[in-house]
């Protein structure tokens, strides 16, 4: 039988059986309205109130803090749009975020801009650092927001979130971070590391899709992006997705419980991993060593494109993901890559492998025994690989 | 996304290699664009023998290099003056709209190998297969591939 990876943790991750038991109620005979009265209701009503405290409570937030949202990318647009569109109203017309944010962070303040929004994007070093004297620096008068992503998704570079966000209250602006890689991967403490407002997402914690939060600090004025009923302190309209946010909680309570010891496990197979990778001639790893997401493996392969890399890695069953520009519907490849200078051609020949949880060093001896085979395969087709070869020889 | 046929082709492609002193040569596409193709024909009294190709690219650009060197092997050289993008799309069950650009890159593989083939025999190949479009022809990144 055919062997299946998974190593592909930040793209999503396998639901734990936790979280699902937790949710099957809420999926079967728990079907109550939350905002209903009768007793079905407001048994409803307390599981969500329950996994709201299980959120608060891994990242040092108080409860009332937390609101629930379909995910990591409405708690993105809801923090940027919410306080930006706000504070224009007291000529506060500026936004400070980085080249290489996910998409939900870019293009939502691509969106502002359209709405007269000045917008600055703070490069980061060739290791995948954002600098905080670059912030400050970059701070203005009217600057409304700061958004600065925890953990990059695609090199897993650890950003210097405390520093950041107390440049940020020096200053009087609001700091917002997209933590939707690093929950769960990194100990979070909201209060402690200056951060007013914070997005996360289930799915990446072992939880289910359609569910995420944004913590965001009492005394932030937020205005809302859903209208309607009076859900989530009247703040988020909509039903709540009664068994999602108990799965949700139940899954950053199961994996915020030792986070050194999880990070610990997942960095063993990782570096091994990593060094049986890079004794392949003519790789070189992305994104620095020092502050990295436990899990995260980002190199490029000269001479090779990631897509057929990616193709030949699923037909040995291992599920990755890789920055060329053939997965991503555009011809361009990754703009976290070519943040960090990566050259084109390079960043074509890029592969991400994320491990998690429920990898074995199984896992890792077996993708260690694939990668090579595969890229020897390519390269000995590739005319890309043969021009480099010959340039070595001359 | 991709047909079976296309897997079919990328993971057993068909005519992978060189031709030592080959008829013609074409090379089309650039690394920093992320597709490169690279064709060689051997032309013996005006059929193609025989066609060889190496490719650095995704998986279409693999699957269509390699169904382009089976629709020309054994046929003559006017018949593969006339192979096109939407035939090789069509002999592979379809590619998806983002990859359309690769079965260009290999009609244009087919005809660089040809426009050798016909420089090297005197005559001009301009007045058979018209100007070479290159990169500007190509549909979508934002890159400066420099040509």
Known sequence: MKRTVYADNSATTKISPKALDAMMPYLTEEYGNPSSIYSKGREAKKAVEEARRKVAKAIGAETNE???TSGGSEADNWAIKGTARRLAKKGKKHIITTVFEHHAVLHTVSSLEKEGFEITYIKVSKDGYVDPEDVKNAIRD???IVSVMYANNEIGSIQPISEIGAICHKRGVLFHTDAVQALGNVEI??????????SMSAHKVHGPKGVGALYCRKGIILQNLIDGGAQERSK?????NTAGIVGFGSAIEEICENIPERAK?????????LANI??????????????RMPGNINVSFEGVE??????????????????SACTSGSLDPSHVLLAIGLPAEIAHGSLRISLGDYNTMEDVDYISEKIPEIITRLRAMSPLWERIVKGENK | MYSDKVMEHFSNPRNVGEIENADGIGEVGNAVCGDIMK????????????VKFKTFGCGAAIATSSMATEMIKGKSIDEAVKLSNKAVIEALDGLPPAKIHCSVLAEEAVKAALSDYYTKQGIDPVSILGEQKGCSSCSGCNLNCGE
């Open chain 1, 236 to 240: 988020r309209a909509g039903t709540e």
């Open chain 2, 39 to 50: 064709m060689y024909i051997k032309v013996e009294n005006n059929i193609i023998t025989d």
């Open chain 1, 278 to 291: 890079l004794k392949i001639d003519r790789v070189r790893l992305n994104g620095g060593m020092e502050n």
């Open chain 1, 265 to 273: 496990r997942i960095s063993q197979m990782r570096d091994k991993l």
């Open chain 1, 189 to 198: 403490d909201v209060k402690k590391q200056n951060i007013d407002m914070m």
């Open chain 1, 66 to 68: 937390v609101y629930f």
């Open chain 1, 142 to 144: 009217d600057t409304a």
């Open chain 1, 306 to 323: 990631g897509e057929s890399l990616l193709l030949w890695l699923d037909l040995n069953g291992i599920c990755a993901s890789s920055g």
